[in-house]
């Protein structure tokens, strides 16, 4: 049975810093591209960035420079540490795993889904 399962999430205030972590199993994650999404309430569900199994990474303009994604290949994570967040990003974060090669920002092109984790920044 595939999993993805998000940790790390929580409130924090405007300004500071969350680290989230997902633990996949079930199958071979090591050629996936691993990315994170969000999704606001009433909103559409938003790319916020991905890696691929060789380290390359991409990010929404709105997290660039703030956001950094990694991936432990032997322990089959992948992280996303988020700095100077702001209140706008309450969300929930989810993690997606993507069968395909290349860096892929749509929701629909990714094949696996996490429950989610709720990241809350306070003003």
């Known amino acids: 049975q595939v999993q993805l399962v998000e940790s790390g999430g929580g409130l924090v205030q405007a300004g500071g810093s969350l680290r989230l972590s997902c633990a996949a199993s079930?199958?071979?994650?090591?050629?996936?591209?691993m990315g994170w999404f969000r999704q606001a309430p009433g909103k559409e569900r938003e790319f916020v960035a991905a890696i691929t199994w060789s380290g390359s990474t991409y990010y929404a303009d709105s997290v660039k420079g703030r956001f950094t994604i990694s991936r432990d290949n032997a322990k089959t994570t992948v992280s996303l540490q988020m700095n100077s967040l702001k209140p706008e990003e309450t969300a929930f974060y989810y993690c997606a795993a993507d069968r395909h090669t290349g860096l892929k920002t749509l929701a629909r092109d990714y094949d696996y889904w996490g429950q989610g984790t709720q990241v809350t920044v306070s003003s």
């Open positions: 079930g199958r071979t994650f090591t050629w996936d591209t």
